[in-house]
């Protein structure tokens, strides 16, 4: 096959999208597709390496504020669909057009680019939503859709793709059955469930990672206010001076301050990280060190909100689960789904300081049964989250037609 991927946000490196886009990139090509990334035009050159791309795209609508809102997404849409549809003129047509991380400044771009009358062949258009169209509570209430102008458009624009999609020629997917349900009942389309790719890991039990009789739960990713640090913190601080928990090591990923709903700047607490149980590091970490992270926990904690997290993936926890660890998870997100396909879950009760810390509690007891769980279960979610599971699906999705 010959595929085009579309992702203005790799760009400088930040986030996800280097390893999510090169994992897939580089599996296509070692399974003998041709594959072209359009990036950031300012990708910076250790991003065009990682992911082999060709700098073309010229707006980062994850980070230009003037992108957001309805006239700023509508000014994206349009120098979107001129920016792909130059260089679908001047290239040879692919057999696909991937856009991997929808959102609305794309959809109007991308449905003009999958239905427009052309002489040249068209390609199938991949689209793949990581944002959805409705709010929730979070807390198992259905998603609703506001009848906003964004929305409006939205539901003009899967109108106008649904015999395009009917026929197989558009892919709409989403990459949690939660995400999948919302995208079906906004849009009235088929909607596909796609894998979240991670780069091979080390075989689980490879490493031993236990440390003086210590259980180390690590935190993942840049601490947030969604992402429920607040609480992991605030657990930390119930915690001391219970003997249950004399084993315990935390590691939180906290380089800088992050914003609570009323404003104010959360810092770590320094009496508990001079404590020794409580360990922070407060920088990116590359591959390499993130890897090592890895390493040398025994279980991931992500104390997520549902509200954030409910239809949203984690890639993290995918990252974790690949390699055998288990994971401590708040009720009602997708890593509760992950966990229970991987098994040596754990989940958190209540969105509260005192649930996430007799999660913890639970842990500690638990632990060689929770990793042995885990463990078991890691080669399956590491064949579906993969660069080869990814590609089967898409070959499913281009050779079945779309079910309802």
Request: hydrophobic share 45%; with cysteine.
């Amino acid at each position: 096959m010959k595929l085009l991927i579309l992702e203005e946000a790799l760009q400088g490196g930040e986030g996800h999208w280097p390893s999510y886009i090169g994992t897939i990139a580089a599996g296509l090509r070692s399974a003998g597709d041709e594959v072209e990334v359009l990036v950031h035009r300012q990708a910076s050159p250790e991003v065009i390496s990682a992911v082999g791309g060709t700098p073309w795209l010229s707006r980062n609508c994850w980070t230009d504020q003037r992108r957001q809102g309805v006239i700023g997404g509508l000014r994206h849409n349009l120098r979107f669909a001129r920016e792909v549809n130059a260089w679908l003129n001047s290239h040879t047509p692919p057999d696909w057009v991937c856009s991997l991380t929808v959102r609305q400044q794309h959809l109007l771009a991308l449905t003009w680019l999958a239905t427009r009358p052309q002489q040249r062949p068209t390609p199938r258009f991949l689209l793949l939503f990581v944002q959805g169209f409705g709010t929730t509570t979070g807390a198992g209430e259905p998603t609703t859709f506001a009848a906003t102008p964004a929305n409006r458009l939205a539901r003009w624009c899967f109108q106008r793709l649904g015999p395009a999609v009917r026929s197989g020629a558009v892919v709409l997917a989403a990459e949690t059955a939660a995400m999948q349900a919302e995208l079906r009942r906004f849009s009235g389309l088929p909607v596909a469930l796609f894998p979240h790719p991670v780069p091979d890991a080390p075989a689980p039990g490879a490493i031993d990672r236990r440390e003086a009789g210590r259980i180390t739960i690590t935190c993942p990713g840049f601490a947030r206010h969604e992402k429920g640090n607040d609480l992991l913190q605030e657990a930390c601080l119930l915690l001391r001076g219970d003997r249950r928990a004399e084993r315990l090591h935390v590691v939180c990923q906290w380089p800088a301050p992050f914003t609570l709903p009323n404003g104010t700047a959360l810092l770590p607490d320094r009496e508990l990280v001079a404590s020794g149980r409580y360990e922070l590091l407060n920088q990116s970490l590359d591959a390499a060190a993130y890897a090592a992270l890895l390493a040398r926990t025994d279980l991931v904690i992500l104390p997520y909100r549902r509200l954030s997290y409910h239809n949203r993936v984690s890639r993290v926890a995918i990252e974790a689960a690949v390699r055998g660890l288990p994971l401590i998870h708040t009720r009602g997100t997708w890593s509760e789904e992950l966990a229970s396909a991987a098994g040596g879950g754990l989940p958190i009760a209540a969105e509260t300081a005192k649930a996430v810390a007799e999660a913890l509690l639970q842990a500690l007891e638990h632990a060689p049964a929770l990793q042995q769980a885990a463990k078991a279960g890691a080669a399956a979610i590491a064949a579906h989250h993969s660069a080869a599971g990814f590609r089967r699906t898409l070959l499913a999705a281009a050779s079945e037609p779309p079910a309802p």
